[in-house]
Nanobody, 124 residues
Framework: QVQLVESGGGLVQAGGSLRLSCAAS????????MGWFRQAPGKEREVVAA????????LYADSVEGRFTISRDNAKNTVYLQMNSLKPEDTAVYYC?????????????????WGQGIQVTVSS
C-alpha cells in the first residue's frame, strides 16, 4: 500500500510561482509512474502532468505546457510540480497519484493510489 502526501500549496498572486511536493511511502517508488491531477469547483478532475518511473518521459496538459514542470527524485521518493506564471484558472485542488507502471499514464482511472489533495488558489 502506497501512501502519498502533498505539500506546498497555498495562495499566490497571478504571475507567481509555487512548487508542489508529493512524498511517497509504503512501496517501491521506482515501480510507479506518477501524475499530478487537479479539480476545480464544478469541473471534472483533469490530468496536469505525468512522469515515467525514471523521469525520462513526461506529459503535460495543453493548458500548463511551458509553465509547469514535473520532476521526481527517486532517492527521496518524491515527485514535484513546479508551477510558474500561475493564472486564476489554475485554482483547484491538486492531487498526486501513483500507478504501478513504468510508462506514463494520462487517465485518472488508471491510477492506483491518491494523495488527499492540496488547495492552490491564484488571485487576480
Amino acid at each position: 500500500q502506497v501512501q502519498l502526501v502533498e505539500s506546498g500549496g497555498g495562495l499566490v498572486q497571478a504571475g507567481g510561482s509555487l512548487r508542489l511536493s508529493c512524498a511517497a511511502s509504503g512501496g517501491t517508488f521506482t515501480s510507479y509512474a506518477m501524475g499530478w491531477f487537479r479539480q476545480a469547483p464544478g469541473k471534472e478532475r483533469e490530468v496536469v502532468a505525468a512522469i515515467s518511473w525514471r523521469g525520462v518521459n513526461t506529459l503535460y496538459a495543453d493548458s500548463v505546457e511551458g509553465r509547469f514542470t514535473i520532476s521526481r527524485d527517486n532517492a527521496k521518493n518524491t515527485v514535484y510540480l513546479q508551477m510558474n506564471s500561475l493564472k486564476p484558472e489554475d485554482t483547484a485542488v491538486y492531487y498526486c497519484a501513483a500507478v504501478r507502471s513504468y510508462g506514463i499514464r494520462r487517465n485518472d482511472n488508471e491510477y492506483d493510489y491518491w494523495g488527499q489533495g492540496i488547495q492552490v488558489t491564484v488571485s487576480s
